[in-house]
């Protein structure tokens, strides 16, 4: 199974766009982030859907905070970018007919959901704005063209 990066990209992203007096287009957020445009639109739309950015058309338009980072917890991001598995670990099979292999995916079924529940709060237990503390990146210090 790949990594999935999205949380941190995300958080980049949404670091970036706090420290911007405008809406930053899609082009722009893909270039802080090595990807493309399509990507950055796909991932974004669910962060408007979720509440917590806004989109604007046309020049001038862009991407932009709906809400100040403090109101944003890293469990409202994971939640918007559909709650992606936490482990490329899963049972043998969905409904095997020997009861040990039952007893193996219940207990491997259990353990996982214990370690998501964990993963959660600690995403709930901070905001966005908490990753943070340092003053506002200069565009070379994170690798990109403009910030």
């Not at 706090?18 to 899609?26: C, E, K, N, Q, W």
């Not at 969905?94 to 491997?108: G, M, V």
């Not at 237990?125 to 003053?135: D, E, H, M, T, Y």
């Amino acid at each position: 199974m790949r990594p999935d990066s999205r949380l941190p990209r995300v958080l980049h992203a949404l670091l970036h766009l706090d420290h911007l007096d405008r809406p930053a287009t899609s082009e722009e957020i893909a270039m802080m982030l090595g990807t493309n445009a399509a990507v950055v639109r796909r991932t974004m739309a669910g962060l408007r859907d979720a509440g917590i950015l806004t989109s604007s058309k046309g020049h001038g338009g862009g991407w932009a905070l709906a809400r100040g980072l403090d109101e944003i917890s890293l469990l409202a991001l994971y939640q918007a970018l559909g709650s992606p598995a936490l482990f490329a670990i899963g049972t043998d099979e969905d409904t095997p007919s020997c009861l040990l292999a039952r007893a193996a995916n219940a207990a491997t079924n259990a353990a996982l959901a214990a370690a998501r529940r964990e993963f959660e709060a600690a995403l709930q237990a901070v905001s966005v704005a908490q990753i943070v503390s340092l003053p506002a990146p200069q565009p070379r210090e994170c690798g990109h063209a403009k910030s």
